[in-house]
């Protein structure tokens, strides 16, 4: 999307620093893997919480949609979304 490209290195920062913030609250919330794929981000975490805890910042920070999908492994996956 236009708005990932016009902000992607912001997005990118917000994302690391609130996996910084999470390591204060659970030190095993880190990020495994952050790639590039179908014109937007997919952020690969140690844990649910952290992938929240992301999706949330960046609904308050940047508006959008965010929804939170589990599975019965206690996996989730959380899409952000912004219209252009």
Same mark, same amino acid.
């Given at each position: 999307?236009? $708005?990932? %490209?016009?902000?992607?290195? #912001?997005?990118?920062?917000?994302?690391? @620093?609130?996996?910084?913030?999470?390591?204060? @609250?659970? *030190? +095993?919330?880190?990020?495994?893997?952050?790639?590039? $794929?179908? @014109?937007?981000?997919? =952020? &690969? %975490? &140690? @844990?649910?919480? +952290?992938?929240?805890?992301?999706?949330? &910042? +960046?609904?308050? %920070?940047? /508006?959008?949609? &965010?929804?939170? /999908? !589990?599975?019965?492994?206690? $996996? +989730?996956? =959380? #899409? !952000? /979304?912004? *219209?252009?």
């Amino acid at each position: 999307s236009s $708005f990932l %490209t016009a902000h992607k290195d #912001e997005i990118l920062h917000l994302i690391r @620093n609130e996996a910084e913030r999470a390591k204060e @609250n659970n *030190p +095993l919330g880190r990020i495994v893997e952050i790639s590039e $794929f179908n @014109n937007g981000i997919v =952020v &690969t %975490t &140690t @844990n649910e919480k +952290l992938a929240q805890r992301i999706g949330r &910042t +960046l609904k308050s %920070t940047y /508006q959008g949609h &965010t929804t939170y /999908q !589990w599975s019965e492994s206690k $996996f +989730l996956s =959380v #899409e !952000w /979304q912004r *219209p252009d």
